[in-house]
């Protein structure tokens, strides 16, 4: 079996070696883009695009494959915070997430094929998302702007990593710690599992 990560996302790649698997990596190039507003269904949409993208890039072979394809966001009474753009993008959404409950999403899919049928139509689909609730201590301005300058919170949503240093200001969560980290890797592996055995 043939494991493929559609992400170039350092925390994505940490989780599935975690739980054992073997794989490597293949970055979609595809353009994000997304026609849904709830935040459930923009992370599967996109989620399933770039599992689909790298799909097409792959050549035809007898082995067995397995393309994981994911996307995060974290959401504040339904209003979608993506990656920061700059410093002040980022200083202003966590101003907003400060001392405040909010929901992260992370969306999944999972295309496997059987080595054995090089068809279109045998590629099998699995899509879902998983949603934790995180909530943080009030933050001053002076700890946001500091957290910013280190430059850990601008490749992540929502501007921040909840397992680095932001870590300090995280007051507790409901739900999978992993899927604020980027992949939520014990529900991926009980979806793939019968194709994985």
């Known amino acids: 079996m ?3 990560l559609a992400s170039a996302s350092p925390r994505r790649r940490e989780l599935l070696a975690q739980i054992g698997l073997d794989f490597e990596v293949k970055v979609s190039q595809v353009e994000e883009r997304t026609t849904a507003s709830l935040p459930e269904q923009v992370v599967e949409e996109l989620a399933r695009q770039k599992a689909e993208a790298v799909l097409e890039t792959l050549e ?3 082995e067995d494959f397995l393309i994981v394809g994911a996307d995060t966001v974290v959401a504040i009474e339904g209003q979608i915070l993506g990656k920061p753009a700059d410093r002040i993008q980022a200083i202003e959404m966590l101003k907003r997430l400060s001392g405040r409950c909010h929901e992260v999403y992370t969306g999944v899919t999972l295309l496997y ?3 054995s049928r090089r068809e279109e139509e045998y590629v099998r ?3 879902f ?3 934790t609730r995180v909530y943080f201590y009030p933050l001053s301005v002076e700890e946001i702007t ?3 300058d280190s430059g850990e919170c601008m490749d992540k949503a929502g501007a921040y990593g909840i397992q680095g240093i932001f870590a300090r200001y995280v ?3 409901e739900g999978d710690y992993n899927n ?3 992949l939520p890797v014990s529900r991926l592996y009980q979806e793939a599992k019968g194709w994985l055995e």
């Open 125 to 127: 689909q699995k899509v």
């Open 113 to 115: 094929r059987p080595g």
């Open 129 to 131: 998302h998983e949603s």
């Open 60 to 62: 035809e072979d007898s």
């Open 180 to 182: 604020v980290v980027g």
């Open 2 to 4: 043939k494991i493929i």
């Open 171 to 173: 007051k507790g969560i």
């Open 146 to 148: 500091a957290y910013v």
